[in-house]
């Protein structure tokens, strides 16, 4: 825990009342939580940042990768790394998995709605950042459906002028008391794995990987002919017209795809380096002959996935 | 010093030390400041301009253990602010108080307000202190007034000590004359002063107190003038320094800037000259420097033979 004695310059150059990132937070979740612990309005700390900066927007998408957002701003006001604030969104994985200094929000997903698990904000006033990713609508650790309209019919905002810090513009509402419905187990274990492509892409992601995951998406649903039924949530309705090809490359769509066509990660690392002829079924591929060299290339390049889960 | 070559070596500047010393006026200031933020009492502190209030407050602030730590604790028992200047509103003294506190993101006067009440309540404020008191106007000790009442109100419950200090001239004490008015704000304020020391003057040094931080300063200096031997001027530099063109009100005490000034300025001196201690002619001149040239014309003409900064040709 750091600390600020007030003879230190960085006194004058702080917050009033400073908070750090916990884990896995988002930066929304950081934000409303500097509000609340500094007795501010709803979006006070985010309407400073942003005026440090008179290019950015004020929207959603600023913050899943906040390419336009004073982070360095917000670091130094919070007396904390700029490297805390950045894992506190996806930028500097994007980042990495499309090879681009400043990743656009339209490579994570095309569409967002805000959503949030009551209990994380009863429990810790935390949004964490597996609410920005498409597809999940269940807390991971609370297994309970995220909340994204106020009991008054309202859709949740995360900032509202009006409001105060976790609470429903609308009518005040505390979102910790927002009702907690147990998620659907065959839901969970969907969203389960969906998490498990994300992770694998968090944490292997390369330009390299996304060609390779792409080439056995591609070749999957040549060679099967079939996939599993669409996911029933928002960022799997049609998309307008103009807006297919950047949905077709976000990596919400490229893990729905995976799920749908039923590929692992160690899918994607056995596609990920060279094969004696270019197939999907690489990925399913067994002999019963002793020291067959394709068996063992294969099983070699799922080991990698394996001993890094040790490692970890 | 020679170097081979049988140049003289340039002599490293004079340094002057500005560390704060615990003198006997910084004593007596900062006692009276503690006892007050001890027993929640209200003041108002006099004392002639050069004494060392500021430096004192800073460096009680310095002390007073104020803390920002990243889990969202903040603590603030001594808020000291300088009186905004040209006057303003009430809001001009809420910025004030707001800018100690850090970064406080633009918001209207009337959230402000408010925020600032709570946030003094959660930071802990036991003490305020406002140096420069005698730049406060009608409107910025009503503020003050109200802010300290809501402190002292539910939900916060808070009394809070409050020293307005200022500089005087003569017998004269600022804020005396506006508390004393019947209006029923100054005497709600007149009220909640201290009864027995409501209003007091700080001295500055005596001869003997003089002696003392003649000897700290021979510590200070003594590893740029070896055989600095200060002490034996104690006498004639009270004198000089009680003269009436600096003690204008006849106080007979010194103050720690004159003392400084005096001080610094002949070490200075001795020590370009290449001297090992300081003796009575380059103190004298000093000192007649301060007394009786202080308001003489210096001419700046003709260029500089020795440029105190780099120059570089530009192509």
């Known amino acids: ?312 | 010093m020679m170097t081979d070559g049988n140049v003289p070596a340039p002599c490293p500047p004079f340094v002057v030390h500005d560390d704060f010393l615990e003198t006997a006026f910084e004593l007596r200031f900062q006692g009276l400041l503690q006892q007050a933020w001890r027993q929640r009492t209200w003041h108002v502190i006099a004392a002639l301009p050069g004494s060392g209030k500021s430096l004192g407050i800073a460096d009680l602030t310095h002390q007073s253990n104020s803390r920002k730590d990243t889990k969202g604790a903040t603590r603030l028992p001594l808020l000291a602010i300088r009186a905004p200047k040209n006057g303003g509103k009430d809001q001009a003294l809420g910025t004030a108080f707001c800018t100690i506190f850090g970064i406080v993101p633009a918001m209207p006067w009337y959230v402000r307000r408010a925020w600032l009440v709570q946030a003094m309540a959660e930071t802990g404020v036991e003490c305020i202190i406002i140096d420069d008191a005698q730049d406060l106007n009608l409107a910025h000790l009503a503020f003050l007034k109200e802010l300290t009442d809501n402190m002292a109100a539910p939900p916060y419950e808070r009394i809070v000590s409050l020293c307005l200090v200022t500089a005087h001239s003569g017998k004269v004490i600022p804020l005396k004359e506006i508390f004393s008015r019947p209006d029923i704000l100054w005497r709600q304020f007149r009220r909640r002063l201290d009864t027995e020391r409501p209003f007091c003057v700080v001295a500055g040094h005596t001869e003997e107190e003089v002696r003392s931080i003649l000897e700290a300063f021979e510590t200070l200096y003594r590893d740029q003038l070896p055989d600095l031997h200060l002490l034996r001027w104690t006498r004639p530099i009270f004198t000089w320094l009680t003269h009436t063109t600096l003690d204008p009100d006849g106080t007979k005490r010194v103050t720690m800037d004159h003392l400084t000034r005096l001080v610094t300025a002949a070490l200075r001196r001795s020590y370009e000259q290449g001297a090992r201690d300081v003796d009575a002619a380059t103190l004298t001149q000093t000192a007649e420097l301060m007394i009786l040239r202080r308001d003489e014309l210096v001419e700046i003409a003709g260029v500089p033979s020795d440029p105190a900064f780099p120059v570089q040709e530009v192509s």
Request: with cysteine.
């Open chain 1, 1 to 312: 825990m750091a600390r600020i004695h007030i003879a230190d310059p960085a006194w004058k150059t702080t917050f009033p009342f400073l908070v750090e990132p916990r884990k896995n937070e988002w930066v929304t979740g950081l934000l409303l939580h500097c509000d609340e612990v500094n007795h501010w309005g709803s979006g006070t700390t985010l309407t400073h940042i942003c005026r440090l900066n008179e290019k950015t927007a004020k929207s959603n998408s600023t913050l899943i990768v906040p390419s336009g957002l004073a982070l360095d701003a917000l670091a130094d006001a919070l007396a904390i790394p700029h490297e805390s604030i950045v894992a506190t969104t996806y930028q500097a994985e994007l980042a990495r998995i499309y090879g681009v200094a400043n990743p656009h929000a339209l490579l994570l997903s095309t569409s967002f709605s805000f959503r949030l698990c009551p209990a994380c904000v009863a429990e810790d006033r935390l949004l964490t950042r597996t609410l920005v990713l498409p597809h999940i609508t269940i807390c991971p650790q609370h297994q309970i459906v995220l909340v994204n309209i106020c009991l008054c019919g309202t859709a949740l905002r995360p900032f509202h002028w009006r409001a105060l810090p976790f609470r429903c513009f609308k009518c005040g509402l505390d979102w910790a008391e927002l009702p907690r419905k147990k998620a659907d187990q065959g839901r969970i274990e969907i969203e389960e794995q969906l998490l498990s492509y994300y992770q694998f892409f968090w944490t292997y992601g390369t330009p390299e990987v996304l060609a390779s995951t792409l080439r056995l998406v591609y070749d999957s649903v040549v060679e099967k002919g079939e996939i599993r039924a669409p996911l029933s949530d928002h960022a799997s309705r049609p998309e307008p017209l103009g807006r297919s090809y950047r949905r077709t490359s976000s990596l919400g769509y490229l893990v729905h795809l995976l799920w749908q066509l039923d590929l692992t990660p160690g899918d994607i690392l056995v596609y990920a380096d060279p094969l004696p002829w270019r197939s999907a079924k690489w990925t399913r591929f067994q002999c019963e002959a002793p020291n067959c060299p394709y068996v063992t290339l294969l099983k070699a390049r799922r080991n990698v996935l394996e001993e890094k889960h040790k490692e970890e």
